[in-house]
């Protein structure tokens, strides 16, 4: 039985580890954080209000899938792994207690489930690993039942030829990856949210994984899909490319489940690679080390991991692990390489020769392998901040490299008075993705967040940015995301809406302005 995601927290509750008194105490100096007035409830002492469904509606569904309206099943469907999400469930907070937990076992019980939802007017809200983090789990719906996609946990098939493999969506990362490397290959895919995640969730919410500079991202790996929607069944992907018509497997990648519930994938797969190498590099600014990244992305050669950390990230990664005051700590690269040990090492040397000759210092394996030991790894230190009265929140933006030095100070200029730090997560030939964190101790409240994330959500946009590279758009980015595309972009998906989802029952709220 696979260890249930923590209800309170992130992943797996026994790796949570508390902090040392002196970070505590280094937090309460510099960053005036004061425990919080109310501890975290228990999960046994929550007590979602009744079903909203009544008696008949869930016996008929319980006949197309299984069923669950136990207090715990519910709590743990309550809402996705944002910050602010994690602060009300742990204050008991019931707003996003879906009515049921609902479990199809395949394709037509989704589509039996869907039929009974426009039926009887109650929303339905796709769950797969439930690791959303910008309120794509909060439907607007005065009934809701969480469609939880675990049981469609198969892989269907491997075209060893055309280096294919169809999954069922609801495998986590881990099983998917467990599955194809019995047979010999991988997807390539490993967001900091891999182990929790689920297959048809990467493909939802237009995942990007930390290896996207050498395997790309996952909507990059999708050549096809099958989705249920309210008004049938759409089947897309007969060739990787094709020229007839526009591709609408682009209309459900991102989608974030508000136009349809995909129930499997085929996806692009590859060799287990024989050899990884990951290394440490230091660059004297930001500025230079952005100007390294770009010039790999443009002209070659391309790592499989290649990423940044300002002077900030830099400085407080030191800290924890006690390097401070060994040497500058200028800025941190990491640069990891993948595939046949020949290939790799001839693919090093070239990128070595690149990252010296535009100021790189070479740091060794070191901080690559300490990269690649702990990638999972940083959600479980937000719990812990956050149990010590700290607010810690992430988010993340894309624009083109010319745009970046505007960007990143528009950013960091909308959170004054903040702990900002910043790396460049994902790479491309015209344009990055810088991804924030930001601890507070003056945050105490969701509405303070509230007013921060505004503000920086109008930065973003102000300054040319989009409003998300990967975490998507969901209840928290939506009006931004509206003035991104324009209000005939707007029309645009509201149109789609109407036509997959006549009744609007599918997380309605969500993504669509």
Same mark, same amino acid.
């Given at each position: 039985?696979?260890?249930?995601?923590?209800?309170?927290?992130?992943?797996?509750?026994?790796?949570?580890?508390?902090?040392?008194?002196?970070?505590?105490?280094?937090?309460?100096?510099?960053?005036?954080?004061?425990?919080?007035?109310?501890?975290?409830?228990?999960? /046994?002492?929550?007590?979602?209000?009744?079903?909203?469904?009544?008696?008949?509606?869930?016996?008929?569904?319980?006949?197309?899938?299984?069923?669950?309206?136990?207090?715990?099943?519910?709590?743990?469907?309550?809402?996705?792994?944002?910050?602010?999400? %994690?602060?009300?469930?742990?204050?008991?907070?019931?707003?996003?207690?879906?009515?049921?937990?609902?479990?199809?076992?395949?394709?037509?019980?989704?589509?039996?489930?869907?039929? #009974?939802?426009?039926?009887?007017?109650?929303?339905?809200?796709?769950?797969?690993?439930?690791?959303?983090?910008?309120?794509?789990?909060?439907?607007?719906?005065?009934?809701?039942?969480?469609?939880?996609?675990?049981?469609?946990?198969?892989?269907?098939?491997?075209?060893?030829?055309?280096?294919?493999?169809?999954?069922?969506?609801? %495998?986590?990362?881990?099983?998917?990856?467990?599955?194809?490397?019995? $047979?010999?290959?991988?997807?390539?895919?490993?967001?900091?949210?891999?182990?929790?995640?689920?297959?048809?969730?990467?493909?939802?919410? $237009?995942?990007?994984?930390?290896?996207?500079?050498?395997?790309?991202?996952?909507?990059? &790996?999708?050549?096809?899909?099958?989705?249920?929607?309210?008004?049938?069944? %759409?089947?897309?992907?007969? /060739?990787?490319?094709?020229?007839?018509?526009?591709?609408?497997?682009?209309?459900?990648?991102?989608?974030?489940?508000?136009?349809?519930?995909?129930?499997?994938?085929?996806?692009?797969?590859?060799?287990?690679?024989?050899?990884? &190498?990951?290394?440490?590099?230091?660059?004297?600014?930001?500025?230079?080390?952005?100007? /390294?990244?770009?010039?790999?992305?443009?002209?070659?050669?391309?790592?499989?991991?290649?990423? #940044?950390?300002?002077?900030?990230?830099?400085?407080?990664?030191?800290?924890?692990?006690?390097?401070?005051?060994?040497?500058?700590?200028?800025?941190?690269?990491?640069?990891?390489?993948?595939?046949?040990?020949?290939?790799?090492?001839?693919?090093?040397?070239?990128?070595?020769?690149? %990252? /010296?000759? #535009?100021?790189?210092?070479?740091?060794?394996?070191?901080?690559?392998?300490?990269?690649?030991?702990?990638?999972?790894?940083?959600?479980?230190? $937000?719990?812990?901040? #956050?149990?010590?009265?700290?607010?810690?929140?992430?988010?993340?933006?894309?624009?083109?490299?010319?745009?970046?030095?505007?960007?990143?100070?528009?950013?960091?200029?909308?959170?004054?008075?903040?702990?900002?730090?910043?790396?460049?997560?994902?790479?491309?030939?015209?344009?990055?993705?810088?991804?924030?964190?930001?601890?507070?101790?003056?945050?105490? $409240?969701?509405?303070?967040?509230?007013?921060?994330?505004?503000?920086?959500?109008?930065?973003?946009?102000?300054?040319?940015?989009?409003?998300?590279?990967?975490?998507?758009?969901?209840?928290?980015?939506?009006?931004?995301?509206?003035?991104?595309?324009?209000?005939?972009?707007?029309?645009?998906?509201?149109?789609?809406?109407?036509?997959?989802?006549?009744?609007?029952?599918?997380?309605?709220?969500?993504?669509?302005?």
């Amino acid at each position: 039985m696979p260890v249930e995601i923590s209800w309170s927290g992130w992943g797996d509750p026994a790796k949570a580890a508390p902090l040392s008194e002196t970070i505590t105490s280094l937090l309460r100096e510099a960053l005036g954080v004061t425990p919080r007035d109310e501890p975290p409830v228990d999960l /046994a002492s929550i007590v979602p209000p009744p079903p909203r469904l009544d008696a008949e509606v869930l016996a008929a569904l319980g006949k197309v899938a299984e069923v669950r309206t136990d207090a715990e099943a519910r709590v743990r469907h309550t809402g996705g792994k944002s910050t602010p999400d %994690l602060l009300r469930i742990r204050r008991g907070d019931t707003a996003h207690t879906p009515d049921a937990v609902v479990l199809p076992g395949t394709h037509e019980d989704v589509l039996a489930v869907l039929e #009974l939802a426009t039926e009887h007017g109650f929303a339905v809200v796709p769950f797969g690993g439930g690791t959303s983090v910008v309120g794509g789990l909060a439907p607007q719906a005065p009934a809701f039942v969480a469609l939880d996609l675990r049981r469609l946990d198969a892989l269907l098939e491997v075209d060893e030829t055309s280096r294919t493999a169809t999954l069922q969506v609801g %495998l986590r990362g881990p099983q998917a990856e467990a599955l194809l490397a019995e $047979r010999g290959y991988t997807i390539g895919h490993f967001p900091q949210s891999f182990e929790w995640a689920s297959i048809g969730g990467f493909a939802a919410a $237009r995942s990007s994984g930390q290896s996207s500079a050498g395997y790309g991202r996952f909507d990059e &790996l999708v050549v096809g899909m099958t989705v249920a929607t309210p008004t049938g069944t %759409l089947t897309m992907g007969r /060739a990787q490319k094709s020229a007839a018509g526009p591709d609408l497997r682009q209309l459900v990648l991102g989608s974030e489940g508000a136009f349809g519930v995909i129930t499997s994938l085929t996806v692009r797969i590859r060799p287990v690679p024989e050899a990884r &190498l990951y290394e440490g590099w230091s660059f004297p600014d930001f500025a230079a080390g952005t100007a /390294a990244l770009r010039r790999l992305s443009q002209d070659g050669p391309m790592p499989t991991v290649l990423r #940044l950390s300002d002077e900030t990230e830099t400085l407080i990664g030191l800290a924890r692990a006690g390097s401070v005051g060994k040497g500058d700590s200028g800025c941190l690269a990491i640069v990891g390489y993948e595939g046949e040990p020949e290939e790799v090492a001839a693919r090093r040397d070239r990128t070595r020769a690149v %990252l /010296a000759a #535009l100021g790189g210092t070479d740091l060794g394996a070191e901080p690559g392998e300490s990269w690649a030991h702990g990638r999972f790894a940083a959600p479980y230190l $937000r719990d812990s901040l #956050l149990d010590v009265g700290a607010f810690v929140e992430t988010l993340e933006t894309a624009t083109f490299w010319s745009n970046i030095p505007a960007l990143y100070d528009a950013v960091r200029a909308a959170l004054p008075g903040h702990l900002v730090m910043c790396h460049i997560s994902h790479v491309y030939a015209s344009a990055a993705s810088l991804y924030f964190t930001v601890v507070s101790g003056q945050i105490t $409240r969701d509405a303070d967040w509230d007013a921060a994330k505004t503000a920086v959500n109008e930065a973003i946009i102000a300054a040319g940015g989009s409003i998300s590279h990967h975490h998507g758009v969901g209840t928290e980015h939506k009006a931004a995301y509206a003035r991104e595309i324009g209000p005939v972009g707007v029309e645009v998906l509201r149109a789609v809406k109407r036509a997959l989802d006549p009744a609007g029952i599918l997380n309605p709220g969500i993504l669509v302005p």
